[in-house]
């Protein structure tokens, strides 16, 4: 797809750069101590700290990642809205008080509490960096995203900008600005996103979304042992070889010089070729969309009812309806959903979407991203069934979560921040039900982009929502982001330097140390974020709490309840926990697409290590710290 910018989105953009920038700027005068540059002085209310909890969890992940979930896979990319907020049950009942109790500015302060050990300092603050990196690729990627359609500009522009004023903001203000920051744009997101919702349900639902909304053709085709010998069209010709993938065959036909993909399917009992959407990368280095340059903008935005299907009788047009009623129709009718394959031909790499009409029950329970029902395998659920783990433990073990307890006075306000967080988070993702389901059906997706599904939708009810959506998820970006950097910047400055390393710094120089850090943080997410660039925001943060998880959450929830837990221990199972989740992400089907490489080849079967990794961290802690009593016995007594 080609998107063009418009003149009224990129002065709505700049204006909310400007206002953050200014707000960082007023901020920094009033930042002098470490405390008030990693906890913001410890004294920010508890609304709004809740408020700011929701514009930090509410990132790239939230309003890009499950919206293009839901819109290319119905209910299951609902379920990680489901995982993500169900965490937060454990974030309240067991985390939020405690750490406030332990903590000081960082993470390793709150762990470490107790123990005073150089190992702790070095993995606790090796694990908040890792993920912290791990949960800044998405934000990036979330925000190269953004940019593309809403100034015009290629990814890489919109990662290396997101970089830049983040690190003004977190190398300036630090935690104070970065709150704030969350506190407006986690508001305002809802408030969009309410007013989005609202449109979605004003419009309805229709079998031609918009008037030039692409037809896709159908050819009726003879076809002897499993190939298409002959076509009734006298503009299309079969041309080179037939080509099988994933259950489907395809055709290459061409008309007027011009080579496109058809996919071969029935329709009562007759064989048919339908029209897809195909990209071919050359041997040459030329790129075709549809057979043609780019430029030509012949790769067209899809998503449509094909049947719909209101109070048991078929119409074109539902008209307006209500929140459950729009869940009933859709959950009624047939929504065409496009899939992906990939295949080669000759020496060309051919990516094929085509037309999968969907019965829209399907849609509306799980099974069509997660195999959990028709088509499932053990290894399947037990993928599943560790994403969910991930997602459920991997918010009460997130560095950049955690540090938001220390910007409250007191205990009892990180609870009351907490519940207000959960009921803002929760209010949104039934939002994004709704949006995602919207995007499905209003012919607005970019079968190459599932992120752009949430911001195509604004644009489809108008160019002023649309920029204002956009300015306010690339702000969410920038808010979640800066707090990252600012866990990341603490973990080197406060954690390793003056800590571990021993190395004396002055008030003002665990803040300088910090803000340099940012900046070195800040390079590297940037160069991240433009190699991980098309992977769904939402399952790259799904990774991130698998590694959150295995690494933190063990430590966490061992250090507070039970008493034999060492020094050792803690720092071996969050080794442990580090190295088993990543070889297991790295090993994965999903990364090796990354990589160019065939899933099929990946050494692991799974993409979701939580299963294995999160287990085998609470196991290495439980053995090591019993093996390390005496060791932890002799401390104590010299200490006494």
């Not at 359609?149 to 919109?158: A, R, S």
């Not at 959960?422 to 190459?448: E, K, N, P, R, S």
Request: proline share 4%; hydrophobic share 50%.
């Amino acid at each position: 797809m080609i998107y063009n910018a418009s003149p009224f989105a990129v002065a709505i953009f700049v204006a909310f750069v400007l206002a953050v920038l200014w707000m960082s700027s007023y901020f920094a005068k009033k930042t002098t101590t470490s405390k008030g540059y990693y906890a913001a002085g410890g004294d920010i209310h508890w609304g709004v700290n809740g408020i700011a909890f929701a514009g930090d969890y509410l990132s790239a992940a939230s309003f890009l990642g499950i919206c293009g979930m839901i819109a290319f896979s119905g209910y299951d990319g609902f379920l990680y809205s489901i995982g993500y907020l169900a965490g937060w049950v454990v974030a309240l009942f067991i985390v939020a008080e405690p750490m406030k109790r332990l903590g000081k500015y960082t993470f390793t302060d709150a762990l470490n509490n107790k123990y005073n050990s150089r190992g702790i300092h070095l993995t606790s603050a090796i694990s908040t960096l890792i993920v912290s990196l791990c949960y800044l690729v998405p934000q990036m990627v979330g925000a190269g995203s953004l940019v593309t359609p809403l100034l015009g500009m290629p990814h890489y522009v919109g990662v290396i900008l997101v970089g830049a004023i983040v690190i003004f903001i977190v190398a300036t203000a630090g935690m104070a600005s970065t709150t704030y920051v969350q506190f407006i744009k986690g508001a305002l997101l809802i408030i969009v996103s309410s007013v989005l919702s609202i449109a979605i349900f004003v419009h309805g639902i229709k079998t031609q979304p918009v008037e030039n909304y692409h037809k896709f053709k159908t050819i009726n085709a003879t076809v002897a042992n499993g190939e298409v010998t002959a076509i009734e069209s006298g503009e299309y010709k079969i041309i080179g070889a037939q080509q099988d993938a994933k259950g489907h065959h395809y055709v290459k036909l061409n008309k007027e010089g011009v080579n496109t993909w058809w996919a071969l399917t029935e329709k009562d009992g007759n064989a048919v070729l339908e029209e897809a959407l195909s990209v071919v990368n050359a041997k040459n280095g030329e790129v075709l969309y549809n057979g043609e340059p780019k430029d030509a903008q012949k790769f067209y935005q899809v998503g449509h009812a094909s049947k719909i299907i209101v109070d048991g009788e078929e119409v074109t047009e539902s008209g307006s309806l209500g929140p459950f009623k729009f869940l009933s129709t859709i959950g009624d009718s047939t929504i065409v959903r496009f899939e992906k394959t990939i295949f080669m031909d000759k020496d060309d790499k051919v990516q094929v979407w085509y037309q999968n009409p969907t019965p829209g029950k399907d849609i509306m329970t799980p099974g069509l991203k997660f195999k959990v029902k028709k088509g499932s395998t053990f290894m399947s659920k037990l993928d599943f069934v560790s994403l969910m783990i991930a997602l459920f433990f991997g918010t009460s073990a997130l560095p950049h979560i955690l540090i938001r307890y220390y910007t409250v006075p007191s205990p009892k306000a990180a609870r009351k921040s907490t519940i207000l967080a959960i009921a803002a988070i929760g209010f949104f993702y039934v939002l994004t039900l709704f949006m995602g389901l919207g995007a499905m059906i209003t012919g607005v997706l970019d079968v190459q982009n599932s992120n752009m599904a949430g911001p195509l939708l604004a644009k489809f009810f108008g160019i002023t929502l649309f920029s204002v959506i956009s300015a306010i998820a690339f702000a969410t970006v920038l808010g979640t982001v800066s707090g990252l950097i600012v866990a990341a910047s603490g973990a080197v400055a406060h954690d390793l330097i003056s800590n571990y390393f021993g190395i004396p710094l002055t008030d003002k120089g665990q803040v300088k140390a910090g803000k340099i850090a940012a900046v070195v943080v800040g390079v590297f997410a940037i160069l991240l974020g433009i190699v991980f660039e098309g992977i769904n925001v939402s399952f790259l943060v799904g990774l991130a709490f698998a590694v959150a998880a295995s690494a933190n959450l063990p430590a966490i929830l061992m250090m507070l309840f039970w008493k034999k837990t060492t020094a050792k221990g803690i720092s071996a199972s969050i080794v442990v926990g580090i190295i088993s989740a990543l070889t297991m992400i790295l090993l994965s089907p999903s990364t090796f697409e990354v990589y160019g490489l065939l899933p099929s080849d990946a050494p692991i079967p799974m993409d979701n290590p939580g299963i294995i990794s999160i287990p085998l961290a609470f196991i290495t802690l439980v053995v090591v710290s019993l093996m390390t009593q005496k060791d932890a016995v002799g401390r104590e007594k010299q200490v006494a």
